[in-house]
């Protein structure tokens, strides 16, 4: 007999949702989604290795914020319904999550590279000019979001997103984001990466700041190779940027969840392990 009644809560592009008791149950999945579309294909293992390397960040960097993660262990009264849930689980407690997404930006890239081409401006802050494509930002920008049900989550200058949040709690999370992305980029260079970018997601619990969701992984921080980079050029990633080229190169692709080529999905999921090894310093075990 159960202890309590798993109850599926929601899908997301990525992470299932699940309530047991009075934990909250994330499992990753092997989707993939591309500008907000969950494409056809599946990456192997890639659950396994973004929730691994969540366990990873949380654990290093708790000493900056505590996480919401309370076992990484499937209980033995699901070990043999879910056998593929091992390696794929966070149980965690719930919060109440902030609807801010916090962003922050070490290099000019992605929506900050067009931004700034088009306005001289990154997150509205007034930037020098002449920086090149993938240039290092003088200091790291927290540049946060408003988190929106459906679509796309919409860009928050300083004004706006201490209005949304209120002044004590946006200068808290300022303060957590910026020191969690230093501590993790000085951890990235020391293995030959360079961490250009990262969002993270908050949560309150009993009076206190939360990290959640999670952590630093390659679907949501944007990881180059420090060895081939050179600002100027767009340099070699460790995320999904390799399916978005390919879709770019598709004359007929108008958002719809397409097929991937066994080389693009084999070739994504290289990155993914790659990304693994550079952080962790161990080899990824495939377990097919």
Known sequence: MRSAELVFVRRGKVRDLYRWGDELWLVASDRISAYDVVLESEIPEKGKILTQLSRFWFELLSHICPHHVLSYDLPEEFKFEKPDWEGRLMRCRETAVIPMECVVRGYLAGSAWEEYRQKGTVGGYIMPKGLREAEKLPEPLFTPARKNPYGHDENLNEQEARE???????????EISISLYKAA???SAERGLILADTKFEFG???GQVVWIDEAL????SRYWDRDSYI???APKSFDKQHIREYLKKLKNWHGNPVPLPEEVIEGTRKRYECAWLKITGRMWRRQE
């Open 185 to 187: 980029a000085r951890h």
């Open 231 to 233: 600002p100027g050029q």
């Open 164 to 174: 949304w949040v209120g002044e004590k709690l946006f200068e808290k999370l300022r």
């Open 217 to 220: 992984t390659p679907d949501s």
């Open 204 to 206: 309150m619990l009993e």
